[in-house]
């Protein structure tokens, strides 16, 4: 494939995040600052631009290998690290939150409907500029059926998905605490070498809302089955290392302490 077709992806992707950036504040200057709707609205946004860009990071996998694919998701990662604030397009970032006492199962439910809509809702988007087709490797995309990225079991699947979440949550964590220099890029390629090692089982998601835009109703597996692994496997994944994080032999691992967490507060 020629490097204007990448030239293109990488045109379009950068096009998402300055739009996100743009809608992020319209909607700092005409909703309040406090409130759920602001909120919603920064859920909303960050969902729509994770799954905006990577769906044309589907057409990079497909066309220039992994490791094209890879160089671009750590690259989006460090940036959404940076402009997100407080939204993650995440749901069960919030179910952590709800279990550290720091959320209410209410604003859980409000942020992933948010996230839903977001996510879910930018494909007429990327769908219409695949099908001006500007590029070769958008020929026939905008209507193509889709197709599952899981090549294993369902419950094997889940056990991928919901494993790597988990030690993607806890490394961020650890960083979070320890806060060492370039955080965020260590994080970032921390998360994007689980996605590569797992690209070839599960397609390496680790995110419901992302999982759910991309792939919801695709060719290779039922629906049941997509709610097995990429909700149910990354949600207890990333549930499990709330408590996990707490235990004083993981925390001597990977801080170098042995009190918990609620230890060092008090």
Request: proline share 3%; aromatic share 12%; with cysteine.
């Amino acid at each position: 494939m020629s490097m204007t077709a990448l030239g293109i992806s990488t045109a379009f992707m950068v096009g998402c995040c300055i739009a996100a950036q743009i809608a992020r504040r319209l909607a700092k200057k005409f909703f309040n600052e406090e409130g759920m709707v602001p909120i919603l609205m920064n859920e909303a946004i960050a969902s729509a631009e994770l799954c905006a860009c990577c769906f044309e990071l589907i057409i990079v996998a497909d066309n220039f290998g992994v490791a094209a694919y890879a160089v671009f998701l750590f690259l989006l990662t460090v940036w959404w690290g940076k402009v997100w604030g407080d939204a993650s397009a995440c749901p069960y970032t919030h179910m952590e939150d709800m279990l550290e006492g720091k959320s209410s199962l209410k604003e859980v439910a409000l942020r992933t409907w948010a996230e839903l809509m977001g996510g879910c809702c930018v494909y007429r988007i990327v769908q219409v500029f695949w099908w001006f087709e500007f590029a070769e490797t958008h020929e026939g995309r905008a209507f193509e059926e889709c197709n599952a990225d899981l090549q294993v079991n369902p419950y094997l699947g889940a056990a991928i998905e919901g494993l790597a979440t988990l030690l993607c949550r806890l490394a961020s964590k650890t960083l979070s605490e320890k806060d060492p220099k370039f955080c965020s890029i260590i994080d970032s390629f921390i998360g994007t070498s689980l996605v590569v090692a797992a690209f070839n089982f599960s397609g390496g998601y680790f995110n419901p809302v992302l999982a759910t835009a991309l792939k919801w109703g695709c060719r290779g597996h039922t629906n049941l089955e997509h709610i097995i692994v990429y909700w149910i496997g990354a949600c207890v994944g990333a549930i499990l290392s709330v408590p996990l994080f707490r235990m004083r032999a993981v925390r001597k691992v990977l801080l170098g302490v042995e009190q918990p967490q609620k230890d060092k507060k008090e």
